[in-house]
């Protein structure tokens, strides 16, 4: 069975947001093209996902760093460090995953940051090996979709942006296969033309989609 987890980074909901309609396109031609996948929505502004904070820290330097077993760390720690494995293990289940999501000051939102955190988990999502990190992920497939109101594409702004970058630098890290990336950019430049962007992202997004799901897992 196909699965595929389609990850939303937009508070604006699928009214408002382009991102989130483009990103429905991608989801109807997938299914389309693969009927019987399983598909889960995972909205990041709406789950709740751990933060590294202190205790999240702490516990991943005593069981990483210092031999600590996971009954042995304090409650709190314990509670945090087994939800960031739950929401890493929700991930590795997967073998698709698509990301949605605008450009922000030049990044992704940070709830983006925040989940990607938990992901990096070594012996799970990549392993430390003689030759240096390898990721485990390795087979499964990624895109994201991202909205942008600038121009960046063939323009000095392009070494500017880094959610784009850093989303597919970090998935790229734990193994995964990650596709050229959907943009839709230029609505704040372009305000009578954003129809016609959509349409054309989604065009893109659907194309996407086929070729996503043309590799069976
Ligand atoms: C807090 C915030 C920061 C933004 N920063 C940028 C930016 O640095 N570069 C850019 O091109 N657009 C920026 N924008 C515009 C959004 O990227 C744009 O409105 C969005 O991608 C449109 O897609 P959506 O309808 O799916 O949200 C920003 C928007 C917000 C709300």
Redesign the pocket.
């Known amino acids: 069975m196909t699965k595929l987890l389609y990850i939303t980074a937009?508070p604006?909901g699928l009214n408002?947001?382009?991102?989130?309609?483009?990103g429905e396109a991608f989801l109807e031609a997938f299914l389309e093209a693969n009927p019987n996948a399983e598909i889960k929505r995972l909205d990041l502004f709406e789950a709740n996902i751990p933060k590294m904070d202190a205790d999240l820290v702490s516990a991943r330097g005593k069981v990483g760093g210092y031999g600590y077993k996971v009954d042995e760390l304090p409650e709190i720690e314990r509670e945090k460090y087994i939800a960031m494995h739950t929401v890493a293990d929700e991930f590795v289940a997967y073998d698709y995953y698509v990301f949605?999501?605008?450009?922000?000051?030049?990044?992704s939102?940070p709830v983006i940051k925040q989940y990607l955190d938990n992901l990096f988990v070594s012996g799970k999502t990549f392993n430390y090996t003689p030759e240096g990190a390898k990721g485990a992920l390795v087979g499964k497939k990624a895109l994201h979709i991202?909205?942008?109101?600038?121009?960046?594409i063939n323009t000095p702004?392009a070494e500017l942006?880094s959610g784009d970058r850093y989303l597919k630098i970090a998935l790229r890290f734990l193994g995964i296969d990650v596709m050229d990336t959907v943009v839709?950019?230029g609505?704040?430049y372009f305000p009578k033309k954003v129809n016609e962007i959509v349409e054309a992202a989604k065009v893109n997004a659907r194309l996407a989609a086929k070729q996503m799901a043309a590799v069976e897992n």
């Open positions: 937009n604006k408002k947001s382009k991102g989130l309609q483009i949605v999501s605008p450009v922000w000051n030049l990044s939102p991202q909205t942008r109101g600038g121009l960046y702004m942006e839709a950019e609505f704040d």
